[in-house]
């Protein structure tokens, strides 16, 4: 029998969030266009000292991951509360980099 490789062990599973009973999925493969998109915003987070508008790119930040595999809204974002959006963001982060130090 032929050797069989199993490329699914190369693809990052989502990261699975439970918010309200529900299961949110957020993938941790992304396109080009999202990767650039969340790095811009981490750019603005970073040159900012207002604590408000740290709050809002977070939110963009975490409504950019959500949709992406969800139907997801500002509106639904704003209804997290600030413990739930922080740890979202770092469990986010270190899965990725997580994944990035994987050597397979």
Known sequence: MAEIIDLDIIVPEG????????IFEVPTSLKTETV??????????RKTKDVEKILGFQDDMILLLFSQSNEVDQAW????HQTQKSAI???????MNEINSNPN
């Open 15 to 22: 990261i699975p969030f439970k918010i309200g009973g529900e």
């Open 77 to 80: 974002v704003r209804k997290l």
């Open 89 to 95: 963001l770092q469990h986010y982060k270190k899965r």
């Open 36 to 45: 650039i998109h969340l790095m811009q915003i981490e750019q603005k987070i």
